[in-house]
């Protein structure tokens, strides 16, 4: 059926028309001419007292009254004048893009007289586009462009006149040109300068990529300084390897000057629905904002997508980021035994998560339960790290981010 260079150029029509509703055929058509340039395709070319050829015959015929002889004199400028007069236009005799707008659009398919040389693409969701010697599909075939390639030359009538390449002098089929795709900068990197956040002896995991998935390198030791470049919004370039932007305080070198001391602004809200329902000391309700660590709030959201997807719920939340104050409470009621000294736990860096305690409604998160042993053995994927040993009188459910 694609035989015949009429019906070659109708199907391809239909082709296009037919993918954009999403009901394409099995074999994507070949595409040629027969259709009529989009306006994309076609650059408004300004004429005045002067000029001459088929576009003022044009001009002059949408006019009226003249003789369409091609050239642009004293009557034509009159007759445009008073066009423009009555269509609330400048009328200063000049026909651009308003006037030619005016006139019923500038005319594409006969300008002949645009010489703009642009660089357009040759669409996707065709197989090729026929480079011919002449503009029409009457002119025989010399070469197949493939979706993609680049041309770049001057568009007339429907037609791209090649102007440069090996196929200078040829032509393709305009309306099956598009505009090259703007590629955007590439995102600043950033220099980073900082310590390893994590407190209380906890490492900082060191990866071969910039990713969860990579492989561990080894670890950071709490408070050492390193430096790199920022790749992404959550990983860092240093030597030797990656490491996660929630692991480095970047303010001081002092973690106890920062730690429990961070302005809720600098963090993160945890997703509401991860909430613990229960109400517990001091003051947590259902409703309570729980805030973390950025990074380690991304990590969270992956985590607790993978959770969800296993157990039909999220991973219930007690909380994350403490401040100075609710440490104090803790230590003052639990004791060292217990409760970090205000300004040394992970919880006051936003870089740990306590998940559900029983509270008298779960053993979930229990040593045994579905939800601790799971996060044992899966939240490594997503940065998380039990520091303690199962079964030992450390929190079943307290999870550090570690990176
Ligand atoms: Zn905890």
Known sequence: ?????????????????????????????????????????????????GSTGALVKTLQSRLGGLGADGVFGNQTLAKVKAFQKSHHLAADGVVGPKTWAALGGFPCSNGGSNTTVVTKQVASGIDFLSVRTGPGTGYARVAKLSPGTKVTG???????????????????????????????????????????????????????????????????????????????????????????????????????????????????????????????????????????????GRALDSLQAAYKAKFGHYANIDLAYRDWAEQQYWYDKLGPAQANKPGSSNHGMGLAVDFQEWHGHTTEFDWGGVGSNWLRANGGKYGFTQPYAYGTTGESYHFNFTG
């Open 154 to 296: 001057i568009i007339n009538g429907g037609w791209m006149k090649i102007t440069s390449g090996g196929y200078a002098g040829k032509y393709v089929a305009a309306s099956y040109l598009i505009d090259v795709p703007k590629v955007g900068p590439k995102p600043p990197t950033s220099n980073v300068h900082g310590w390893i956040a994590t407190t209380g002896g906890i490492t900082a995991t060191v990866r071969s990529g910039p990713g969860f998935n990579y492989g561990v390198l080894g670890h950071k030791a709490s408070g050492a300084a390193v430096s790199g470049t920022q790749v992404n919004a959550d990983w860092v370039k240093i030597a030797g390897g990656y490491i996660n932007r929630g692991e480095i305080e970047t303010t001081s070198s002092s973690l106890t000057r920062v730690n429990a001391q961070i302005p809720v602004s600098q963090l993160c809200a945890v997703n509401g629905a991860y909430n613990s329902p229960n109400s517990f000391a001091p003051g947590y309700t259902v409703n309570t904002t729980r805030y973390i660590n950025c990074s380690a």
């Open 1 to 49: 059926m694609f035989n015949s260079i009429a019906s070659k150029g109708a199907i391809a029509v239909l082709g296009l028309v037919s993918m954009a509703g999403g009901v394409a055929a099995g074999v994507a058509p070949h595409a040629d001419a027969a259709v009529s340039p989009s306006a994309a395709s076609c650059t408004v070319v300004t004429i005045h007292k």
